[in-house]
């Protein structure tokens, strides 16, 4: 308890905090009761946790596993390979929609939304591979829709949350994000793997194909283990946050208890009266306090709880996601073009990417974010981000793989440090009412970056259309402007981001 204390004063983290921090998940005191202690240890289940990251690692596999092979894909259905956007992007189109609802299912039951998005996902994925030799895009599309109405990150997040005891609650909020991270590490990976091309009856498994039958197959399995192993907790275990008498049921206040033991037990009149006064004032007090730690009931009081600063961080948010996006889902078409690189290629090469973000943050939550203040390496990374867009401008006549190497993972990284100290920031500045309940800051944060991917990748097959020459510089563009802006703004706001 001494060292937590000092680590809060001094503000110190390391790297499983940090990480952990990435989740937005509230991170309470421990319980200070045997009793507090016994009702979270019987909501806790290791398994059901273990599935919900499960869960987690197999969507982010999901999401980036299409990415190396999804302009062949549109290309071979009679498409532009530009339309991998619009491919790619309506996964996270759906995911808007998808993460409110699953968010207040979750009030509910954790099981049967799991369930059903493992059903979704299943139906999804087997849409897609389908769409080859159905030679329909229409089809393609649903299935990435199907995808995206499948995602249950609201979901796991909430019963990290709710469900796991404060005392493993940070492990298991970094296990949330290395899950996340690893899935998208290993989506593209798979994708080089699946280089075979068969043809079973009528079905055709190739390397556009494949990722869908390979996860229709993983999230059928996982469903099968979700129906046998997870376990409901039990909701009418929940802890009322103030000490209640056991026999009577009512709320104890042992200064109360005191005072009133050294008062007569007979008053004038005018001091009952003042009494009664005081009574009300008191009433009316603990009412407003209970409001003001009530969790917000909707999109439209959830913002009207963003302070100016932490909205800032949500533009940040949308800008380093947007950044991102770019640079992943045009990878593809742009190595193609410019480096003739095949699947193979561009699949390490993303896959490469993603498996920085876990020592990035270890070197960031160990030892820099100890060294500086977390608005310093908030305006740092946002710098060093621009430079690497500038830097992959295509400004002269040749495009070397060294400057696009270099530039995407200057971009990259930067993203990455800068989404960590945002996320580590914003969970420190923003309103404890936004820490729990339905509309809740991790809800904002995944829609403020689901709205990111979805803009970043219609801006891909928008500017396909001006011709695959001008797609990088077009696109670059808004990353360019988005940037600095957030770079001014954070500015502007500077002296409140603490």
Wanted: charged residues 15%; hydrophobic residues 45%; contains cysteine.
């Amino acid at each position: 308890m001494i060292n937590s204390s000092v680590d809060k004063l001094t503000r110190s983290t390391n790297f499983l905090r940090f990480l952990g921090q990435h989740a937005l998940i509230a991170q309470e005191e421990s319980p200070s009761t045997a009793g507090e202690e016994e009702i979270e240890d019987q909501k806790y289940h290791f398994v059901s946790l273990m599935l919900n990251l499960v869960n987690t690692f197999l969507y982010m596999v999901n999401t980036y596993i299409i990415v190396p092979t999804a302009d062949d894909y549109s290309v071979s259905l009679g498409a532009a390979s530009t339309v991998c956007g619009v491919v790619i992007g309506s996964m996270a189109v759906a995911q808007v929609f998808s993460s409110v609802y699953f968010s207040a299912w979750s009030n509910k039951s954790y099981f049967k939304p799991l369930v059903f998005s493992s059903i979704v996902l299943f139906l999804g994925n087997v849409c897609y591979a389908m769409a080859y030799d159905t030679k329909s895009l229409t089809v393609l599309i649903v299935g990435r829709l199907l995808c995206g109405l499948g995602s249950a990150r609201a979901v796991n997040r909430r019963y990290i949350s709710d469900c796991v005891p404060a005392r493993i609650r940070m492990q298991a909020s970094a296990g949330f994000v290395s899950a996340s991270a690893l899935g998208m590490a290993c989506g593209p990976a798979l994708a080089g793997l699946l280089q075979w091309r068969f043809k079973i009856y009528m079905v055709t498994f190739s390397q556009s194909t494949l990722p869908g039958w390979l996860m229709a197959v993983a999230w059928l399995l996982y469903l099968v283990w979700l129906c046998i192993s997870f376990k409901e907790p039990n909701r009418a275990t929940e802890a009322d946050d103030t000490p209640h008498n056991r026999a009577s049921g009512q709320s104890v206040d042992i200064g109360q208890v005191e005072n009133g033991l050294a008062q007569p037990l007979l008053g004038d009149s005018e001091s009952k009266l003042n009494d009664d006064d005081d009574d009300d004032e008191e009433d009316e007090s603990e009412e407003s306090a209970q409001d003001s730690r009530k969790p917000a009931t909707s999109i439209g009081s959830a913002y009207r709880l963003l302070t100016p600063s932490v909205k800032v961080q949500l533009l940040i948010y949308f800008m380093l996601k947007y950044a991102m996006e770019i640079l992943l889902s045009e990878s593809s078409v742009i190595t193609s073009h410019y480096f003739n690189w095949n699947t193979s290629s561009v699949a390490i090469f993303l896959a490469i990417l993603g498996l920085t973000v876990l020592p990035i943050n270890a070197v960031v939550g160990t030892y820099i974010s100890n060294m500086f203040e977390d608005r310093q390496l908030l305006m740092a990374s946002q710098i060093t981000l621009l430079v690497g867009i500038i830097f992959s401008f295509k400004v002269t006549s040749t495009y070397s793989v060294i400057q696009y190497v270099v530039s995407a993972l200057v971009t990259f990284v930067s993203a990455e440090v800068l989404e960590g100290v945002n996320l580590s920031l914003l969970s420190s500045v923003m309103s404890s009412r936004l820490s729990r309940g339905t509309y809740n800051g991790g809800l904002l944060s995944t829609e403020a970056g689901t709205l990111a991917r979805v803009v970043a990748d219609c801006t891909i097959t928008a500017a396909g259309y001006l011709g695959i020459g001008s797609l990088l510089n077009v696109t670059l563009l808004p990353s360019l402007v988005i940037c600095a802006a957030s770079i001014a703004c954070t500015f502007l706001t500077y002296n409140s981001l603490f």
